[in-house]
């Protein structure tokens, strides 16, 4: 934060912004420069301006407050203390028009991307974040700010995120890290929260997206009834440059109609009038391909994260980039390598009988988008489900995964989730009381993933979804440490493998205890020879040296590595004669091909540029393709 700002201009920009009922600041105050604004006792400094906010704030925060530095506050009402107050009609947009003040209007310094709706936000955000980071790493540019319901990085700190959009002083104190990291752009998840309550009302966003709409979030402290909480994610146009607009989901007609009069729109999906149109999806070992015809991308792209529902978020996230300008060779290579924690993460036994699914997966539509693709993609499988629901909100959510649930899965496992201040069992029994197919109530999470994995013998998928790779469990008013659903599934997959070992290959693929493929090349196909072992044999080879009859160690960094990676295979795989310990006293290592084309290895002191300078007399046999040179001259 480069300027520090008066009392006075505070109360002003209160005033300009018509919420200012009243002050009680003496001139000689006002002249007092505010260092710290907040509304958490715990990060007070002195010459602080306090905010009474929350539905439990109570009085005694604002004396504690006052003890701490506070010189004023500001609040709706004026409390029974001896301080100056700045009396507004709207806290809530006092801490917007205050916050922008404060850290010096700093979301209009970065390029930055909302993305809205009831699935897929942290997809989409990580797709965006992966194609835009490979475009400006290429321009030697710090990578860009993320903040979503999985983590939030701003250049100065990474963290496990526990709400999908921050409060407003922590949202812009984020933007303000990531602008004094040299961060150019930052793409954040807007809840319908956030929405609603104006957290983000500050920030103009250079591209929204809306990805779908479904009844979520429909509780007495949330949304009170569907049109509230759409109405509330249509809020994201409210302030924008560009919006785009998936024409596949539903009300999609609706959500053109609102933005189209607020900001330049741009639509997704498959049909052949949008922006960016989507017209064949196809499965294949490596991926789902997809061919998309736009005014910037044209042709076949691909992505690699799991699930067919995905390639919305892919095509979401090409029109956002599309408006970004960024190239279409990013563009490609983001989506190729895009990840985000604990979405569609597959864990397998090593039997292949058991197939794990780590999602966050926690409302209508990502479940009967998960239960869908997941039918398609492992057919004749048995489905189990581990899951749970939040405590007091999305109430209808109960209602909603207990029914899909019972319609698609084998078997339900109900338990723990974020119970927070609510009873465990009387969510459960909420749930429960929808399920029509065999099911268990177990609070303890752990224990369910653990039967899930180990108890059965059919082929089973298991759909562990809401919590991801969160490391915590909200128990009460706090989060406490908790096993994440990744951290639980290797764990047990581990003991199911030393149970269940995976069959003997066949005869022509078994692998021989005592045989190590060496690989020595120079290119790709060496890469793809591994492969073939890998895949025939089930052993990795060894790839070493650069070009034949060329000495693969020329200096003391490479021989150091090599030699450890050398010894390891070797002990493993028995191999006697290929002593690592050689490399260390100067001996080489060169594979030729004899006149009857038979591929020999030749471990050597001497430097050779082609067979024909072999000493053979001074060779002795230490297998049927190894030997070593003994004598001669270095």
Request: charged residues 25%; glycine residues 6%.
């Amino acid at each position: 934060m480069n300027t520090v700002h008066t009392l006075r201009e505070y109360v002003d920009a209160l005033r300009d912004a018509g919420i200012l009922v009243e002050s009680t600041v003496s001139d000689e105050l006002a002249a007092r420069e505010i260092h710290c604004l907040t509304y958490d006792t715990r990060a007070l400094s002195e010459d602080a301006l306090f905010i009474c906010k929350g539905a439990h704030f109570k009085e005694e925060y604002l004396c504690d407050a006052l003890s701490r530095g506070a010189i004023a506050y500001v609040a709706e009402k004026k409390h029974n203390v001896d301080a100056p107050c700045l009396l507004v009609n709207d806290i809530r947009y006092s801490l917007v028009v205050l916050g922008q003040l404060f850290y010096n209007h700093v979301t209009d310094k970065l390029t930055s991307v909302g993305i809205t709706g009831t699935k897929g936000k942290s997809t989409t955000a990580y797709y965006v974040r992966y194609i835009l980071n490979d475009w400006l790493r290429a321009q030697s540019m710090p990578e860009c700010a993320i903040l979503s319901s999985i983590d939030n990085y701003d250049g100065k700190s990474t963290e496990e995120s526990h709400i999908t959009t921050p409060e407003v002083l922590e949202l812009y104190q984020h933007f303000e890290n990531a602008y004094e990291s040299g961060i150019s752009h930052l793409v954040m998840e807007a809840s319908s929260q956030a929405l609603k309550y104006g957290r983000v009302r500050g920030i103009t966003y250079d591209v929204a997206a809306f990805l779908n709409i479904g009844s979520d979030h429909i509780s007495p402290i949330e949304h009170p009834d569907f049109e509230d909480y759409f109405n509330s994610k249509l809020k994201i146009f409210d302030s924008c440059r560009f919006g785009c607009v998936n024409t596949d989901a539903k009300y999609s007609d609706r959500v053109i109609e609102y933005a189209k009069d607020r900001c330049n729109l741009i639509t997704f999906g498959s049909h052949e009038s949008d922006t960016v149109s989507c017209q064949h999806v196809e499965k294949r070992s490596d991926g789902l391909y997809f061919t998309v015809s736009s005014l910037k991308y044209n042709g076949e792209f691909s992505i690699t994260m799991p699930g067919l529902f995905n390639i919305s978020n892919a095509l979401a996230a090409m029109a956002i980039c599309m408006v970004l300008d960024v190239p279409e060779e990013y563009v490609r290579s983001g989506l190729r390598k895009a990840r985000a924690a604990g979405r569609m993460q597959i864990y397998e036994s090593r039997d292949k009988n058991v197939t794990v699914i780590v999602d966050y997966a926690h409302n209508r539509m990502s479940f009967d988008a998960l239960y869908r693709s997941t039918k398609i993609e492992y057919p004749g499988r048995q489905m189990i489900s581990v899951f749970g629901c939040p405590g007091s909100h999305a109430l209808q959510r109960r209602k909603d995964l207990g029914e899909l649930s019972g319609q698609n899965c084998d078997f339900v496992f109900i338990t723990e989730e974020d119970s927070g201040e609510e009873p465990f069992a009387q969510i459960a029994a909420d749930i429960e009381k929808h399920v029509a197919c065999p099911h268990l109530v177990l609070e303890d999470r752990a224990e369910c993933i653990r039967r899930a994995i180990l108890d059965g013998k059919d082929a089973r998928v298991i759909l562990l979804t809401g919590k991801g790779e969160e490391t915590t469990m909200k128990r009460g008013s706090v989060f406490v440490p908790y096993p994440s659903d990744v951290e639980l599934t290797l764990k047990y997959l581990a003991e199911y493998d030393k149970v269940h070992p995976a069959a003997p290959a066949s005869s022509a693929k078994k692998a021989k205890k005592d045989f190590l493929p060496i690989i020595l090349g120079s290119d790709e196909n060496a890469y793809g020879t591994a492969r073939l072992f890998q895949e025939a044999y089930h052993v990795t080879p060894l790839l070493l040296c650069t070009q034949q009859l060329v000495p693969t160690l020329d200096n003391c960094h490479t021989l150091v590595c090599i030699y450890i990676i050398v010894f390891i295979f070797t002990f493993a795989s028995q191999t006697q004669f290929f002593n690592p310990m050689l490399l260390l006293i100067g001996y080489k290592y060169y594979y030729i091909t004899t006149d009857k084309g038979t591929k020999i290895m030749i471990i050597s002191r001497q430097t050779y540029r082609n067979a024909k300078e072999l000493q053979t007399e001074n060779l002795k046999r230490l297998s049927d393709t190894a030997f070593i040179e003994f004598g001669g001259t270095k």
